[in-house]
């Protein structure tokens, strides 16, 4: 998590150390769970690959503003 230079706006991102993509209930759940803590969903990709050199997980990226969200 982090917070713009200058601003008021916070950002953060959640990545899932898995094999695997989460299920799509599963996956609901973790953006429900963010929105509700007043985080807005910037960029999402529930996908897992490996391609020898690099992994990619699944991860939830998100802003914030700083004085509302605790």
């Given amino acids: 998590m982090g917070q713009y230079h200058n601003r008021d706006r916070g950002y953060g991102k959640v990545t899932f150390v898995t094999q695997d993509e989460l299920s799509p209930a ?3 759940n973790v953006k429900n769970f963010l929105q509700t803590k007043g985080y807005e969903i910037t960029d999402e990709s529930n996908w ?22 605790i």
């Avoid at 897992?48 to 969200?69: A, C, G, I, M």
Wanted: charged fraction near 50%.
């Fill in 26 to 28: 599963e996956w609901q």
């Fill in 48 to 69: 897992y690959d490996d391609d020898d050199d690099r992994r990619w997980y699944p991860s939830l990226k998100f802003e914030f503003d700083v004085n509302e969200t």
